[in-house]
């Protein structure tokens, strides 16, 4: 069973930069597809990036050249690097298993805030 926790997220000024950590159990990162995803209040929940067992990575063209994800095999981690932070991108930021089509396994949840 993949339990997933999120962690690192906060208050930043514009333009600062944040990582936000997502630590797995049950499974190793490199045998995962995984992504990040941000929601807005009242909104659906929308994927902006994600990385596949293989490494290779997809990106929403809302965060490409300002966000980036990576997995650490070794800690059982993966990562999202945010870069130029803006307030729109203030949300709430949950990693996910990717599985075919689905997303089964969830964290809770970090709170951004650009301000």
């Known amino acids: 069973h993949v339990q997933l926790v999120e962690s690192g997220g906060g208050l930043v000024q514009p333009g600062g930069s944040l990582r936000l950590s997502c630590s797995v159990s049950?499974?190793?990162?490199?045998?995962?597809?995984m992504a990040w995803l941000r929601q807005y209040p009242g909104k659906r929940r929308e994927v902006i990036l994600s990385?596949?067992?293989?490494?290779?990575?997809s990106y929403s063209e809302f965060v490409k050249g300002r966000f980036t994800i990576s997995k650490d095999n070794s800690k059982y981690t993966a990562y999202l690097q945010m870069n130029s932070l803006k307030p729109e991108d203030t949300a709430l930021y949950y990693c996910?298993?990717?599985?075919?089509?689905?997303?089964?396994?969830w964290g809770q949840g970090t709170q951004v805030t650009v301000s």
């Open positions: 996910a298993r990717i599985l075919g089509v689905g997303y089964p396994n």
């Open positions: 049950g499974y190793t990162v490199s045998s995962l597809c």
């Open positions: 990385i596949d067992r293989a490494g290779r990575t």
